[in-house]
């Protein structure tokens, strides 16, 4: 085998905000660690390129108490600017579309938790990442990995080729390179995908009431689902609002074509005004929506987290916070390690796929279910469904769980 142009203990692909936070975990544990992937706007996720502490991100992400653990413990959290992340302290999901639709109130004073969840910007989180990951010596290798070899010799260790014809040795690899995950491919492992025939449009909003720090969702049939996500306000008086519209194909093409005014009285209407007059402060974006997942999570020299590992519908915002689940394991396991046990050990490595496989299908079959149960359905099962909202809606018990099992 020829030798490599650089060698790293971890190689992290994907410069994703999963990427990152494994890149900065990995090197803070005291390992060597290239971190490889186009800096440009090639992940969905990217920055952009609004100026800094101006513009609004349209790409937030509603990030988890679980989420912060892991943020706080990487030195993240605290060094993110507190003026950009709005708590969410309650969150109201209506079951239909219409105006009177029932109501699950989740609140975080009982489920016995600081908030629901933090409303934070896609920007936000990388640049701090990034900064992080500067200080930590992280190699930052701006490339895009196109194959990739496993030596088990002596010196055992996975070899990826690069576009830029250069090549880098690692004894692991982490994947973290998306949903279309090239690294997944190179593996062999055949992911299952089914595409939701919706996008998620996003767009945010100042809005003329504000929003109380509290969260909206309508579940509809035509509609799709519907979110209004809480943003730091200009004044007390008034509020600012990110959308996420999961929209059928055909709708999502209608929002994106709207002018900005149109766009928020469409929403404005939609939402039955409950944040009153809407005015579109970014323009809109859209997401193709896509439940992805895998028979396995690791691979000879290679783990899989983020996205590569698994995509679900955003309607409980949690693609991130499971993938940054994924994050905390694989450092777990890590540090976990026993001294003999070298880094590509398969061993140390079911360890992981054992920790995460339940945690992530959860996760995904929750969210498909509350996605079908609110897509187009026979009449008596309608009727079913809401008859089930209403239950739900009304046991404080499974309100609890359920923001309990969010909180993770
Ligand atoms: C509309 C919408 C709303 C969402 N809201 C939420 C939310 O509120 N909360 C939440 O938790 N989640 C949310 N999600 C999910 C979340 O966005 C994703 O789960 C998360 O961004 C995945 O991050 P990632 O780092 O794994 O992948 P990505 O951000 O896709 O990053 C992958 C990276 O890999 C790089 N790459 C690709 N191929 C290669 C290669 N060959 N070599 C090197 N690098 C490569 C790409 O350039 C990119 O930088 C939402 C998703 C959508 C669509």
């Known amino acids: 085998m020829s030798a490599a142009d650089a060698s790293f203990d971890v190689v992290v692909v994907g410069r994703g905000a999963v990427g990152a936070a494994a890149a900065l975990g990995v090197a803070q544990s005291g390992l060597r660690v290239g971190w490889v992937g186009p800096a440009a706007r090639s992940s969905v996720l990217d920055p952009d390129g609004g100026t800094p ?29 507190a003026a950009r992340i709005a708590p969410v302290y309650d969150m109201r999901v209506y079951g239909g579309a219409e105006a009177d639709a029932p109501e699950l109130h989740l609140d975080a004073y009982s489920g016995r938790v600081d908030a629901l969840a933090w409303i934070v910007e896609n920007r936000t989180l990388v640049r701090t990442l990034d ?34 014809g250069r090549s880098l040795a690692a004894k692991l690899v982490v994947a973290a390179d998306g949903a279309d995950s090239t690294l997944r491919t190179l593996a062999g492992i055949e992911p299952r995908v089914r595409d939701y025939g919706q996008r998620g449009v996003v767009a945010n909003f100042d809005t003329s ?44 093409d209608e929002l994106l074509a709207l002018t900005p005014d149109a766009l928020a009285e469409r929403v404005a209407e939609a939402t039955h005004r409950t944040l009153g007059v809407m005015t579109t402060i970014t323009p809109a974006q859209s997401f193709a929506l896509r439940l992805i997942r895998v028979p396995r ?11 590569a590992a ?63 149960a609110f897509g187009p359905l026979p009449a008596p099962l309608v009727g079913l469904r809401d008859l089930g909202w209403r239950a739900v809606a009304r046991s404080d018990w499974i309100r609890r769980r359920m923001i309990a099992q969010a909180a993770r």
Do not use: C
């Open 53 to 81: 502490g101006e513009a609004w991100d349209s790409r937030v992400f509603a990030l988890s108490p679980g989420t912060r653990e892991l943020l706080r413990a990487l030195r993240i959290w605290d060094a993110m600017p």
């Open 131 to 164: 900064a992080a990951l500067g200080f930590a010596g992280v190699a930052s290798i701006d490339d895009a990995v196109t194959a990739m070899r496993v030596d088990e010799g002596p010196h055992g260790r996975a070899v990826l080729d690069l576009a830029s």
């Open 209 to 252: 009431l504000p929003h109380g720090d509290t969260a909206f969702q309508w579940l509809g049939e035509q509609l799709g689902i519907l979110a209004l996500l809480p943003l730091p306000a200009a004044s007390p008086e008034r509020g600012r609002t990110s959308m996420v519209w999961s929209a059928p194909d055909a709708l999502a």
């Open 297 to 307: 999570l690791i691979a000879p020299r290679m783990v899989l987290v983020g996205d």
């Open 310 to 372: 698994h995509a679900m519908h955003p309607l409980a915002g949690q693609g991130m916070n499971v993938g940054f689940g994924d994050v905390a394991v694989l450092l777990d396991v890590l540090r976990g390690r026993e001294p003999y046990r070298e880094l590509g050990d398969p061993l140390l490595w079911r360890r992981y796929e054992r920790a995460r496989r339940e945690a992530v299908s959860l996760m995904q079959d929750a969210t498909d279910g509350i996605k079908r």
